[in-house]
């Protein structure tokens, strides 16, 4: 696990109120900025200068050009590999994003709910006083005591 990202839990994320998702967010853009970077670095146009080495360079045996071909077929594997694990971590990042929009939609909504109950709640009340004061108001007005 990268250590960026190590705090980052499942049951950590599911917790998360939508601040803390934010954060992941940051953390996340963070390290998919690292992966583009090296990603970048070790592209091909720059492995035949940077990254090459020749197979003489492995002595002068008859497999140092198998050994050659194997460093430059592990080198495509690295890079593929970083690739995938950057594609795997926007699609977390989206995730993430789709999360705390769906906590934030309903947060929204459950306030909407709340308002229209503490609404209901208090005509309940405005009725029940009103009741009280007309019984108080009319009390001489001659009905039964």
């Known amino acids: 696990m990268l250590p960026e990202l190590a705090g980052f839990t499942p049951a950590a994320l599911a917790a998360a109120p939508p601040k803390e998702l ?23 146009n720059e492995f035949p ?22 460093h ?7 890079v593929d590999t970083l690739v995938d694990l950057r594609k795997d971590l926007s699609d977390f990042r989206e995730a993430v994003r789709d999360a705390r929009r769906l906590i934030r939609d ?10 229209l109950v503490l609404a209901r709640t208090e005509n309940l009340d405005l009725g029940g006083d009103a ?3 007309a019984q108080v108001d ?8």
């Open 49 to 70: 200068v940077k990254g090459h080495v020749a197979h003489h360079s492995f002595g002068g045996g008859s497999r140092s050009p198998m050994l050659a071909a194997h």
């Open 106 to 115: 309903k947060d929204e909504e459950a306030e909407v709910d709340i308002r």
């Open 22 to 44: 934010e954060l992941v967010d940051d953390e996340i853009s963070k390290v998919i900025k690292v992966l583009n970077d090296e990603i970048t670095a070790l592209e091909d």
């Open 72 to 78: 430059k077929r592990a080198h495509g594997v690295v």
């Open 131 to 133: 009741y009280a004061r």
């Open 138 to 145: 009319h009390k001489n007005d001659g009905g039964e005591n």
